[in-house]
């Protein structure tokens, strides 16, 4: 459909029929579609019938509509009817046309196959959502697919020929052995590789590694990494070798297994490479650790594993990344050895390390480093450099550039990859918050948290159920913060890297009734960030413009007007010369009014003073 301007910018507007009968991978694969260009939903279900709670969680997030269209008129409804079989509709009313369809839906289905070699096409074509032309030439059943046209069972078009509806499909699937039969069959007259391998895989049949690897590859860009890593698997222990092991390792690591289920693959893999002369001598334990942390949020397992692991770079860069996650984050070490370690795979997870410590330390580096990066050498994966340049642009406040890089990284980002899709959404959520809309930053961070829930990775989870909360709270929804605080601190409490966030939320709530609890809070908050490492007086300045907490009422009048100045940039002197004060006086009212609201510099100052 063409874009619709709803606001600016333009979205694409989608609508999705029967929104009820969808499953989660559906919805999902609808989530990652916003995931990438501004997107507005549009749902449809039937009056009375219950929104599954899949379908619910998307609609709180702001990007799905809600449309009451009302019942159908008589004549709709006695045609809807006529359609499936039934005399009339005349007196049971919507409900009861819904429910007489349901109960007497197979039976018209059957009515209206000829025969039970249409019958075996039908499944096929329900079986697999759509058979194209020429598996249908190859199945010698283009005449049975006339029948079916006739009988109002499947649509056809220039690509291939589906069911007319997942009722029609529900009714003849319902036979398991006649559908794993028909499988087998189409098996042979596959028009690519990854088909035959789902098919083969539905049925219980075999086919080749090739095959399996293809169709994981396909899965891993539609979205499912779970369905590609079975697939991957399957290749691997079909012809295992380095092509098939490096195949398996990427949607073994976006899924969302745990890490003790992954531990023993990645065994496999590593020692698969090595075998094979690929890699040498790359640590299995330093993946078992980050696994161990990330997944399972388990510091005491991933401190184990790198003790017993041997000395090698990686290890040093795993060591970094859970000092950061634990409260002592380390620029330098990954950054050497980012830049003249040995290996490939080693520089780029240093280059990770990296990133995430000095995006939690500000560095004021961050830019002129990655200026000094040949971004198409490769060295860092591409989606993560554009968001490492988003990431520059908000610390910059260049809300233009850092929206032109997340869109950029996001072009770049397999809809598998859950964890860096959920990156993203919390830097749109920070651009948000600190453009003063806190209630814009709350779907994007609820967005955060959601596909992290999924991936499996707890200790970022956890981090963005901390931002939510901030988000929710700065937004005036006390209640919805706290739902959000203990969630998080039902997770595992390995990460602490977003634990001053969490007091911040606290002190949003305070704001509204108490101003000294709200200052002794961003005080504990300033000094947990400190104890960790992470600087937080962006965060903090940035609270102040969101709770305009009681605070701002004990300001004296010459404070406030004072402070509002200050809010609109003028230098300290102008602000004396404006007012015929001498620049001290100036500067000790900024003072006493940066101190009355819990803020470190006057910069912090919010404009809504």
């Keep these: 459909m063409p874009s619709c301007r709803l606001r600016s910018p333009p979205f694409r507007v989608v609508l999705v029929d029967d929104v009820h009968l969808f499953p989660s991978a559906a919805l999902d694969r609808l989530r990652a579609v916003a995931d990438v260009s501004p997107t507005r939903f549009v749902m449809t279900v039937p009056d009375g019938v219950k929104i599954p709670g899949s379908v619910h969680d998307a609609l709180i997030d702001g990007s799905w509509t809600r449309v009451a269209l009302g019942a159908l008129a008589d004549s709709d409804a006695d045609a809807l009817a006529e359609a499936v079989g039934l005399r009339s509709a005349a007196g049971e009313g919507n409900p009861g046309l819904i429910v007489a369809t349901t109960d007497r839906l197979i039976d018209v289905v059957e009515r209206r196959l000829p025969d039970e070699a249409s019958r075996d096409v039908l499944v096929a074509i329900c079986a697999t959502g759509a058979l194209t032309w020429s598996e249908i030439d190859r199945l010698g059943a283009t005449s049975t697919v006339d029948h079916l046209v006739v009988a109002d069972l499947v649509d056809v078009d220039v690509v291939g020929v589906r069911p007319t509806s997942e009722a029609v499909a529900a009714s003849v699937l319902s036979d398991e052995i ?29 086919t ?71 890699i040498r001598d790359l640590p299995a334990e330093a993946f078992l650790a980050t696994l161990a942390f990330m997944k399972d949020g388990d510091a005491d397992r991933a401190v184990r594993e790198l003790a017993s692991a041997p000395e090698h770079e990686l290890v040093v860069v795993a060591r970094c990344l859970l000092g950061t996650y634990t409260g002592t984050p380390n620029t330098a070490e990954p950054l050497r050895i980012a830049e003249n370690g040995s290996g490939h795979f080693t520089r780029q997870s240093a280059w990770a390390a990296w990133f995430l410590a000095a995006s939690l330390t500000e560095s004021p580096d961050l830019d002129a480093v990655l200026d000094r990066v040949d971004c198409g050498s490769g060295e860092i994966v591409p989606a993560l450099f554009a968001a490492m340049r988003a990431r520059g642009a908000i610390l910059r406040r260049d809300w233009a550039s850092a929206h032109a890089h997340l869109d950029s990284s996001a072009e770049q980002t397999s809809p598998s990859d859950l964890r860096m899709r959920a990156l993203l959404h919390m ?84 704001a509204a009734t108490s101003t000294a609890e709200y200052l002794r809070l961003v005080a504990d908050a300033r000094a947990i960030a400190s104890s960790h490492g992470v600087f937080a007086e962006t965060v903090v ?45 100036v500067e000790n009212h900024t003072a006493n009014a940066c101190r009355k609201l819990g803020i470190n510099s006057r910069r912090d100052l919010p404009n809504e003073l």
């Design 178 to 206: 006649a559908r794993r039969r028909v499988l087998v069959d189409l098996v042979a007259v596959a028009d690519t590789s990854a088909r035959r391998a789902r098919w083969a895989l539905a049925a219980g049949a075999a």
């Design 208 to 278: 080749t590694a090739a095959d399996h690897s293809a169709a994981a590859a396909e899965l891993l860009a539609q979205g499912d990494p779970d369905g590609a890593e079975v697939h991957a698997a399957l290749a691997f222990s079909s012809d295992p070798g380095p092509s098939t092991a490096i195949g398996w390792l990427p949607p073994l690591l976006m899924g969302s297994a745990r890490s003790a289920a992954i531990a023993p693959k990645v065994r496999r893999i590593v020692a698969s490479l090595s075998e094979s002369g690929v």
């Design 427 to 510: 830097y749109r959520s920070e651009i948000a918050w600190y453009s003063s809309d806190a209630a814009q930053a709350i779907p994007s961070a609820r967005r955060a948290a959601d596909l992290l829930q999924r991936s499996g990775h707890l200790s970022d989870q956890r981090v963005a159920l901390q931002w939510l909360a901030l988000a929710l709270a700065s937004a005036g929804r006390f209640t919805d913060a706290r739902t959000a605080l203990d969630e998080a601190a039902g997770l595992p409490r390995a990460a602490v890297i977003g634990d001053h966030l969490a007091v911040l939320a606290e002190a949003a709530t305070a």
């Design 541 to 585: 300045g940035g609270l102040v413009r969101h709770v305009r907490p009681r605070a701002v009422d004990s300001l004296t009048a010459r404070e406030l007007e004072i402070g509002r100045l200050v809010a609109r940039r003028l230098t300290s002197r102008e602000i004396a010369d404006r007012l015929n004060l001498s620049r001290r006086t």
